[in-house]
């Protein structure tokens, strides 16, 4: 096989085990090369920077930057990265976030095995990826959403991000951080997803981010 041919994949997710089953999935197959596997975004970001990668394959939760910034910033200094989401969340707020910011695959852990192999090999041929149970996922998000308007449908894309980083526990200045705004921009938003919402505490609002899928349960 010509090099040019050869799949060269980074993992990022926060259980070893995990990551050992893929890389076995992945180094029985001929053409596909670990290269790396990393235990959270930052470090994901950190061995793109000193190694060359064709996709990346993700969990969305990990400690410290999780999935969705990885996506982000990823997709943003890294464009010619093939980003392919590996997650147990079957949320369809999850698959559709992830897609938003960048993802160009999203296929769940429990699909690994028959799924994953195929999907690395679609991204990379710069074609989208979505396994057959996020395909029904998506489906069934977008007939409610037509069918029942949703809390956070008056909400922008960005105050959906600072919804989620504040229903996960971040403070102002670590979301502001994250997002590389100021720390007024971030109180601003909070102001104006309590005043959209009509909630009045960040336990109302992660009450209702939880309840709308946008985070996981504790």
Known sequence: MNAEDRVRVMLADDHSLVRTGVRRILEAEPGLEVVAEVADGAAA????????????VLDLTMP?????????RAHATHPAL?????????SPEYVS?????GADGY???????ADLVAAIRTVRENRVFYSAD???????????RDATPRP?????????????LVALGLSTKEIAGRLEISTRTVETHRGNLMRKLG???VALLTQLAMREGLIGPP
């Open 152 to 164: 956070t449908d008056v909400l922008s894309a960005r105050e959906l991000e600072v919804l989620r």
């Open 97 to 101: 976030r992830a897609i938003e910011l």
């Open 45 to 56: 970001l950190e061995a793109l920077g000193t190694m060359e990668a064709d996709v990346l």
């Open 64 to 72: 410290g930057m999780d999935g969705f910034e990885l996506i982000r």
């Open 199 to 201: 909630v009045h505490s």
């Open 107 to 113: 296929l769940f852990k429990d699909s690994a095995v």
């Open 134 to 144: 996020v395909q029904r996922a998506l489906a069934e998000h977008v007939r409610g």
């Open 82 to 90: 093939k980003l392919l989401v590996l997650s147990m969340h079957a």
